[in-house]
C-alpha cells in the first residue's frame, strides 16, 4: 500500500508511520509540526520507503499533490486540544472540519481506496448512560468536540452520497511513548513528568472525573485491523478499554508506580471549562466486527509508558519543532 498518515509527527501517527514501514508499505506522512515533533520520525528518515512533508491541511493545492500519490488515507491531523479550542475556535474549525473537508473532496477525486478518519471520544460529551456506545447522543460541550461531530458528520456524508470507503474510528483517552508532556500534552504523560521531577500532578476540579485509558499499542492493532478489513463499516466503531479510572485515582497510581508514595500527592486548581465529566467506551461494535479487544491493562500500560519514559526520552524528543 501506498499510505499517507497526516499529523504523522504526532506520538499516535509516527508508531503507525513506524508500523507500516515495518510491515513493508509506502509511507507519506504530512505534518504542519504544530502539535507533531520531528524527533518522533528520526529513526524513520532515512527509510527510502518513507517520505516526510512538511505541511498543512488547510493548503489544498499541496494537499492535491500528495493526495494523488497514494491509495490509503488515515487522517489523524487536528486540532486536538479542548483547551486550545476554547481561546482559539476559529483554528479548531478550519483545521478540523475545513482540513477534513479537503481530504474528503481530494480522496473522491482520486479515487482513494481506503480512508481511516480519526474521530475522538469526546463527541459524546459526559457519559448519559455508560458505557458509551456509538449510539450514545453527541452532547459535546466544548468547540473542539463540536468540530469533531462536524468532521464525523462530512465522512458519513461522503460514505451515503459518493460511496467512498471510510471508516470513523472513536478512540478514546489514548497514551503512550512520544506522547508530549508539556503545554497542550496529555493527563498521563504531564503527570509523569512532574512526578519524576519531584513535583506534585495537577488535577482540575476534584478529580473524580474519569476517563477510559487506552495504550497506544491497541491503538495501533484497531487500524492494523481496519486496514485488512474489506467490507464497509458505515457507523464509527469505538475503540477503548470498557473501564474508566478518576484523574485523582490515576495520579495516585502514577505516583505509586515512580516509587514516590509518600512523598507526593496530588494537588487541586479550578475546574476548567467544558470539562467531560466520565468517558467510559462500548467497544462491543469493534469486537463483534473486527475482532477487536484491548490487551493492555491500565497498569501494564502505565509501567511500559513510564519505564519507556525513563530510559529512552531524549534532549531531541524534548526539543520543539
Given at each position: 500500500?501506498?499510505?499517507?498518515?497526516?499529523?504523522?509527527?504526532?506520538?499516535?501517527?509516527?508508531?503507525?508511520?513506524?508500523?507500516?514501514?515495518?510491515?513493508?508499505?509506502?509511507?507519506?506522512?504530512?505534518?504542519?509540526?504544530?502539535?507533531?515533533?520531528?524527533?518522533?520520525?528520526?529513526?524513520?528518515?532515512?527509510?527510502?520507503?518513507?517520505?516526510?512533508?512538511?505541511?498543512?491541511?488547510?493548503?489544498?493545492?499541496?494537499?492535491?499533490?500528495?493526495?494523488?500519490?497514494?491509495?490509503?488515507?488515515?487522517?489523524?491531523?487536528?486540532?486536538?486540544?479542548?483547551?486550545?479550542?476554547?481561546?482559539?475556535?476559529?483554528?479548531?474549525?478550519?483545521?478540523?472540519?475545513?482540513?477534513?473537508?479537503?481530504?474528503?473532496?481530494?480522496?473522491?477525486?482520486?479515487?482513494?481506496?481506503?480512508?481511516?478518519?480519526?474521530?475522538?471520544?469526546?463527541?459524546?460529551?459526559?457519559?448519559?448512560?455508560?458505557?458509551?456506545?456509538?449510539?450514545?447522543?453527541?452532547?459535546?460541550?466544548?468547540?473542539?468536540?463540536?468540530?469533531?461531530?462536524?468532521?464525523?458528520?462530512?465522512?458519513?456524508?461522503?460514505?451515503?452520497?459518493?460511496?467512498?470507503?471510510?471508516?470513523?474510528?472513536?478512540?478514546?483517552?489514548?497514551?503512550?511513548?512520544?506522547?508530549?508532556?508539556?503545554?497542550?500534552?496529555?493527563?498521563?504523560?504531564?503527570?509523569?513528568?512532574?512526578?519524576?521531577?519531584?513535583?506534585?500532578?495537577?488535577?482540575?476540579?476534584?478529580?473524580?472525573?474519569?476517563?477510559?485509558?487506552?495504550?497506544?499499542?491497541?491503538?495501533?492493532?484497531?487500524?492494523?485491523?481496519?486496514?485488512?478489513?474489506?467490507?464497509?463499516?458505515?457507523?464509527?466503531?469505538?475503540?477503548?478499554?470498557?473501564?474508566?479510572?478518576?484523574?485523582?485515582?490515576?495520579?495516585?497510581?502514577?505516583?505509586?508506580?515512580?516509587g514516590k508514595e509518600g512523598e507526593l500527592k496530588p494537588a487541586h486548581v479550578?475546574?476548567?471549562?467544558?470539562?467531560?465529566?466520565?468517558?467510559?467506551?462500548?467497544?462491543?461494535?469493534?469486537?463483534?466486527?473486527?475482532?477487536?479487544?484491548?490487551?493492555?491493562?491500565?497498569?501494564?500500560?502505565?509501567?511500559?509508558?513510564?519505564?519507556?519514559?525513563?530510559?529512552?526520552?531524549?534532549?531531541?524528543?524534548?526539543?520543539?519543532?
Amino acid at each position: 500500500m501506498k499510505i499517507l498518515v497526516t499529523g504523522g509527527a504526532g506520538f499516535i501517527g509516527s508508531a503507525l508511520c513506524q508500523n507500516y514501514i515495518r510491515a513493508g508499505h509506502d509511507v507519506f506522512c504530512l505534518d504542519n509540526l504544530m502539535n507533531g515533533n520531528l524527533g518522533n520520525l528520526r529513526p524513520l528518515l532515512v527509510n527510502r520507503h518513507f517520505k516526510f512533508i512538511v505541511g498543512d491541511i488547510r493548503e489544498y493545492d499541496f494537499l492535491e499533490r500528495t493526495v494523488s500519490q497514494v491509495d490509503t488515507i488515515i487522517h489523524l491531523a487536528a486540532q486536538i486540544h479542548v483547551d486550545r479550542s476554547i481561546t482559539e475556535p476559529r483554528l479548531t474549525y478550519d483545521i478540523n472540519v475545513g482540513g477534513t473537508l479537503s481530504l474528503l473532496e481530494l480522496a473522491r477525486r482520486y479515487d482513494v481506496e481506503k480512508f481511516i478518519h480519526t474521530s475522538s471520544s469526546e463527541v459524546y460529551g459526559s457519559a448519559q448512560y455508560a458505557p458509551i456506545d456509538e449510539k450514545h447522543p453527541l452532547a459535546a460541550p466544548h468547540v473542539y468536540g463540536a468540530s469533531k461531530i462536524a468532521a464525523d458528520r462530512l465522512c458519513h456524508a461522503y460514505i451515503n452520497t459518493y460511496g467512498l470507503n471510510i471508516y470513523i474510528v472513536r478512540p478514546f483517552n489514548t497514551f503512550g511513548p512520544r506522547q508530549k508532556d508539556t503545554g497542550y500534552g496529555g493527563a498521563i504523560s504531564i503527570f509523569v513528568k512532574r512526578v519524576l521531577e519531584g513535583r506534585p500532578p495537577i488535577i482540575y476540579g476534584d478529580g473524580r472525573q474519569t476517563r477510559d485509558y487506552m495504550f497506544v499499542n491497541d491503538l495501533i492493532r484497531a487500524y492494523d485491523k481496519l486496514l485488512a478489513f474489506t467490507k464497509p463499516i458505515p457507523e464509527p466503531l469505538n475503540f477503548g478499554t470498557g473501564s474508566d479510572v478518576s484523574i485523582l485515582d490515576l495520579a495516585h497510581q502514577i505516583i505509586s508506580l515512580c516509587g514516590k508514595e509518600g512523598e507526593l500527592k496530588p494537588a487541586h486548581v479550578e475546574l476548567r471549562p467544558g470539562e467531560v465529566r466520565r468517558l467510559i467506551a462500548d467497544f462491543s461494535k469493534a469486537r463483534e466486527i473486527l475482532g477487536w479487544q484491548p490487551e493492555y491493562s491500565l497498569k501494564r500500560g502505565l509501567t511500559e509508558f513510564i519505564d519507556w519514559y525513563k530510559s529512552y526520552r531524549s534532549e531531541e524528543w524534548e526539543k520543539p519543532t
